[in-house]
């Protein structure tokens, strides 16, 4: 079973746009960490936020964590076409435990 | 550092059959962990192996087995193969020195597993 929940499922934006995703989860976590995959391929990890964090930036990232909530939300900025690609966020509490998932489109 | 390999890359099987895939992780990384994603369960976690020694678990039926090696080199066995076990097996390497408590994972390309 899955523990996040992303939404939206699909995401299709112009380059240069923001694009935000949002990520909701169940259980207690220690952090919740952010990936990207690329057309089936392995997972790139973008960015760990810590259960006592609620911001943190990555250079065009920004993850933002409200354990109250139990959500964390994705921002890429200024999107390009390389940014087109499925986004996961996978839950940690002594395993990761990912979603589904938010396939975005960055249209040129 | 050279990344996260898998092998083989592809692989077709008929039921029934068994399948072992090959983790070699990232130099110095003690930590392997396996998925198995699908387009209708996602990821999901299988389980994970630090120095040698089992981890953790995840829901899979015993079919689904592992082990590592000395070099943290690990191995993943799927014994009498389902349809349903068609899916892309990920492996993730890490330090693994924080216990699952926020190390970054390092992921392979995948196999992609193909029952028929």
């Known amino acids: 079973s899955q523990q996040g929940e992303e939404d939206p499922q699909a995401l299709s934006i112009q380059e240069g746009e923001n694009a935000t995703m949002n990520c909701s989860y169940k259980t207690s976590i220690n952090n919740l960490q952010w990936y990207r995959q690329n057309s089936g391929r392995g997972l790139v990890h973008l960015i760990l936020i810590r259960s006592n964090e609620r911001e943190k930036h990555s250079g065009r990232l920004r993850v933002t964590l409200d354990t109250s909530k139990k959500s964390s939300s994705l921002l890429i900025t200024a999107s390009r076409a390389a940014d087109t690609a499925s986004y996961f966020c996978a839950t940690e509490l002594y395993k990761l435990s990912f979603g589904a998932g938010t396939t975005v489109t960055v249209r040129a | 550092k050279a990344g996260v390999t898998q092998t083989p890359r592809y692989l077709i099987k008929t039921r029934g059959q068994q399948v072992t895939l090959s983790c070699s992780p990232i130099s110095g990384h003690r930590s392997v962990s396996w998925y198995q994603q699908t387009p209708g369960q996602g990821l999901q976690f299988l389980f994970e192996?630090?120095?040698?020694?089992?981890?953790n678990k995840g829901n899979f039926p015993g079919r689904f087995s592992g082990r590592q090696f000395s070099n943290s080199r690990s191995e993943m066995n799927v014994s009498t193969l389902e349809l349903g076990d068609s899916a892309l097996y990920l492996c993730a390497s890490s330090a693994g020195t924080s216990g699952g408590q926020g190390d970054t994972q390092y992921f392979g390309p995948g196999t992609r597993l193909t029952v028929l």
């Open positions: 192996y630090f120095s040698e020694t089992q981890r």
